[in-house]
C-alpha cells in the first residue's frame, strides 16, 4: 500500500492494558506492520502515523524556517514525545507512559481515522470533544473560505 492510498477510517474502541498497550483496529494492522509512529495530537489526543507518512511531514517541517516561533515550538513538542513502536504478534502496540498522560489514558480508548493518520483518545474526551463539535461540523462550508463540495 502506498502512502497516497493510506486512509484511515472509523471508530474503535479498545481497551489498554495493565502493561499500557492497545490492540490496533484489525483493519488498520496491515498498514501499520513496520510500525506506527506516536506523537503527542494537538486537543490532548495521540497522534499514529505509517513511517512512511511520518517521513513526509518530516521532509515538510524541514523546508519551514525554523527561525519561525510556532514552527520550533511544534517540532519541538512533536519529536520530543515521538516514539515508534511496532505490534507484537497480537496486534499490540505500547503507549509510552509520556503519552498516555498526555491523552489522560486509563482504560477506555478510542482509536479514530483521522485520513493519514490514527488518533488515540480517551474515550470519554473523545465523547465530549465530539459533542462539543457537532454544531460547528453540521455549519461547515457556511463560512467564506471552505468549500469542500
Not at 8 to 19: A, I, Q
Not at 20 to 28: T, V
Request: proline residues 3%.
Amino acid at each position: 500500500m502506498t502512502v497516497e492510498s493510506a486512509q484511515f477510517f472509523g471508530t474503535f474502541t479498545p481497551k489498554l492494558d495493565e502493561k499500557g498497550r492497545i490492540f490496533l483496529p484489525a483493519k488498520f494492522r496491515a498498514m501499520f506492520h513496520e510500525g506506527v509512529v506516536l506523537a503527542k495530537g494537538q486537543e490532548n489526543c495521540i497522534y499514529g502515523w505509517k513511517p512512511e507518512t511520518f517521513s513526509e511531514l518530516t521532509q515538510k517541517l524541514r523546508a519551514s524556517s525554523f527561525t519561525n516561533r510556532q514552527v520550533r515550538f511544534f517540532q519541538r513538542s512533536l519529536y520530543a514525545s515521538a516514539s515508534t513502536e511496532v505490534p507484537d504478534k497480537q496486534g499490540r502496540i505500547a503507549i509510552p507512559a509520556l503519552l498516555r498522560e498526555w491523552a489522560s489514558l486509563e482504560r477506555e480508548c478510542s482509536v479514530i481515522g483521522a485520513m493519514d493518520r490514527i488518533e488515540i483518545w480517551d474515550s470519554e474526551r473523545w465523547a465530549q470533544f465530539t459533542a462539543e463539535q457537532d454544531e460547528a461540523f453540521a455549519n461547515l462550508g457556511e463560512e467564506e473560505g471552505f468549500d469542500l463540495f
